[in-house]
C-alpha cells in the first residue's frame, strides 16, 4: 500500500479529535446559557473565540510545518485541545469557559490544522482533491459524533466531567494519529502518488515546484480565495453555534435539536469524500464555486424551515457544501500557487476565515437577544454569501483537471 494514504489516515485521526472536541458545543450551548446566566451572544463568543484564534495560529503552524517536523507542531496543538475542554470544566464564571476553550481550541486547533493537512497534499497530485477529501472527512466525523456523544455522556453524568472525559480522549487518540503523519514523500525516498522515480532523482531531495510564498499571497488566485472565504466566513458557522437553540426555540428538544445540529457533521463526510473524488474528474475550481453557490441556497432554505425535517435537510445539504469547501479549499489554492511552500499558503489562506468566525455568531446570538428571532441574522447571512459567490468568479479560468500520471506511476 502506498504511505501515503497512512497519511491521509493519520491526518483524519488528527481533524476528527481536535474538530470533535471544538463541534462538540451545540451540546453545551444551553447548558452553559442556564449555568452562567449569560445572553446567547455572550454564550457564542465561547466558540468564536476559539474559532478566530485557529485561523490566525494556523497562519503561523503553517509556515512552521514546513520548517520542523510537523509532527512537533500537530503534536502540542493536540494537547492543547485536550487541556482546553479539561480547564473549562472547572470554570465558576463565563469568561473562565471562554478564556480556556479560546486558547485551548484555538491555539490547539490552530497548531494542528494547517500541519495536518499540508502534508497530504504534498502525498498526492493526480487525486488530491480525493485524498484531501479524505482526511479533511475526519472533521465531518468529529463534527457528527461528539456533540452525540457529548449529550449521552451528560445524560449520566454533568456538563464537567463530559469536557474532562472528551479532553482526555483527545490526547490519547491525537497523539496517536499524529505519530503516521510525515511531511512529504521526498522524506521517505518516494514520489507522490506513489509514482516510481529514479535513484538519482530520489536522491536530489528536490522541494515540490510552486511559487514562494510572497509571490502566491500576491497572486490573483490567492486574493480571489482569500476575500471569498473572508465574506463566506461571516455566515459560515452561525448553523454550528445556532442551529440547536433555534430548533428547541420551534419546539423541539434538546436531543434533537443537537442530533440535527451534528446532521451537518454526518452531511460534511458525504461532501469530502464524494466532492473531492469528484472534483478531481470535473474541475477543482468549478466544484469549489458550486459549493459556494450551495451554502447561499441553504442559508435561504432556513429562512422558511419550520419544522424538523427542513432544519435535518438543510442541515444535511449545507454539511455537504460546507465539507466540499474545506475539502477543495487547499486543493485549489496548490493547483494554482504549487506546493512548495502548501503549509505556509494554506496557513496564510485561512486567516481569512478568523474575523468573520469571531464576529459572525456571536453577532447573529445578539441579534436574537435584541429581536428574540434570528431571521435579521440569516437574512445578513445570505447577503454575504451571494457575495462570496460573485467574488469566486474571479478567480482565474483555468480548469483544475487532474495532472498526468508521471511515468511509471501506478
Known amino acids: 500500500m502506498f504511505r501515503g494514504w497512512l497519511v491521509v489516515l493519520g491526518a483524519f485521526g488528527v481533524l476528527f479529535v481536535i474538530f470533535g472536541c471544538a463541534y462538540s458545543f451545540p451540546a453545551f450551548f444551553d447548558i452553559l446559557v442556564d449555568e452562567f446566566k449569560g445572553a446567547r451572544g455572550d454564550v457564542s463568543l465561547v466558540f468564536a473565540i476559539s474559532g478566530c484564534l485557529l485561523f490566525v495560529v494556523g497562519a503561523i503552524s503553517g509556515p512552521l510545518s514546513d520548517r520542523i517536523d510537523p509532527r512537533c507542531v500537530i503534536g502540542f496543538g493536540v494537547i492543547l485541545v485536550g487541556v482546553g475542554p479539561i ?34 497534499q504534498r502525498w498526492f497530485v493526480r487525486r488530491r482533491g480525493f485524498a484531501s477529501g479524505m482526511a479533511v472527512a475526519g472533521i465531518g466525523v468529529g463534527s457528527f459524533a461528539t456533540p452525540l456523544i457529548a449529550t449521552a455522556i451528560m445524560d449520566v453524568l454533568d456538563w464537567r466531567a463530559a469536557y474532562r472525559i472528551l479532553g482526555g480522549a483527545a490526547i490519547l487518540l491525537g497523539l496517536g494519529a499524529t505519530a503516521l503523519i510525515v511531511a512529504s514523500p521526498e522524506r521517505v525516498g518516494l514520489a507522490p502518488d506513489g509514482a516510481t522515480r529514479p535513484i538519482a532523482d ?40 445556532h442551529l440547536a437553540p433555534y430548533a428547541m426555540d420551534l419546539g423541539y428538544g434538546k436531543t434533537s435539536a443537537v442530533f440535527v445540529t451534528s446532521l451537518i457533521g454526518a452531511g460534511s463526510i458525504a461532501g469530502r469524500f464524494l466532492m473531492g473524488g469528484f472534483a478531481d474528474r470535473f474541475g477543482r475550481r468549478e466544484s469549489l464555486m458550486g459549493m459556494y453557490m450551495g451554502v447561499a441556497l441553504m442559508f435561504a432554505l432556513w429562512l422558511v424551515a419550520d419544522s424538523l425535517w427542513m432544519l435535518a435537510v438543510f442541515a444535511l445539504v449545507f454539511g455537504a457544501c460546507y465539507g466540499g469547501y474545506v475539502a477543495l479549499v487547499p486543493a485549489v489554492a496548490i493547483d494554482y500557487l504549487g506546493g512548495r511552500n502548501a503549509g505556509s499558503i494554506i496557513g496564510a489562506l485561512y486567516t481569512s476565515v478568523a474575523i468573520g468566525t469571531l464576529f459572525g455568531p456571536p453577532l447573529a446570538g445578539y441579534a436574537y437577544d435584541a429581536w428574540k428571532s434570528y431571521d435579521a441574522a440569516l437574512y445578513a447571512g445570505l447577503a454575504m454569501l451571494l457575495l462570496a459567490t460573485a467574488i469566486m468568479f474571479l478567480l482565474p479560468g483555468r480548469a483544475s483537471r487532474p495532472a498526468p500520471v508521471p511515468q511509471g506511476g501506478r
Open 87 to 120: 480547564a473549562a470544566s472547572f470554570a465558576t464564571e463565563l469568561w473562565q469557559v471562554q478564556l480556556a476553550m479560546g486558547l485551548g481550541i484555538g491555539v490547539g486547533v490552530g497548531c494542528a490544522y494547517v500541519p495536518a493537512v499540508g502534508p497530504v
Open 202 to 241: 530520489l536522491a536530489s531531495r528536490e522541494p515540490p515546484p510552486g511559487m514562494s510564498w510572497r509571490e502566491a499571497v500576491r497572486s490573483r488566485p490567492f486574493l480571489v480565495l482569500w476575500f471569498s472565504s473572508f465574506v463566506l466566513s461571516f455566515a459560515l458557522f452561525m448553523p454550528f453555534v
